[in-house]
């Protein structure tokens, strides 16, 4: 048994390698499964990026409406909002954004 494992020395460690090498490259820390995890997680956090750099535009816009110079208009939008505050004889509807 010795004598046929010190005869096909050169192919068992090459064998060895590429199974090694094999394995690593498919499911290894920087193989083809990590490289497609770690891609899809890139495209999310970009994603995620473009939302909120749009919700950072939108909240800059708001304030500067209420900072520079105040805008009327925005106020009394905020105040019929948030304290539910309407003029005589009108009709307040509260719509509900469906949540998902």
């Given at each position: 048994m010795i004598r046929l494992i010190k005869k096909?020395?050169?192919?068992?460690?090459?064998?060895?390698?590429?199974?090694?090498?094999?394995?690593?490259l498919v499911s290894g820390e920087r193989g083809l499964f990590s490289y497609i995890e770690k891609k899809e997680l890139l495209s999310n956090l970009k994603k995620e990026e473009i939302?909120?750099?749009?919700?950072?535009?939108?909240?800059?816009?708001?304030n500067s409406l209420?900072?520079?110079?105040?805008?009327l208009d925005y106020v009394e939008t905020l105040i019929r909002?948030?304290?539910?505050?309407?003029?005589?004889?009108?009709?307040?509807?509260?719509?509900?954004?469906?949540?998902?």
């Open positions: 096909n020395y050169f192919l068992l460690t090459s064998v060895f390698l590429i199974l090694y090498f094999s394995f690593n939302s909120l750099t749009g919700k950072i535009v939108d909240m800059d816009h708001k209420l900072s520079t110079n105040l805008d909002e948030r304290f539910l505050f309407g003029k005589a004889d009108e009709t307040i509807y509260i719509i509900k954004k469906d949540e998902k």
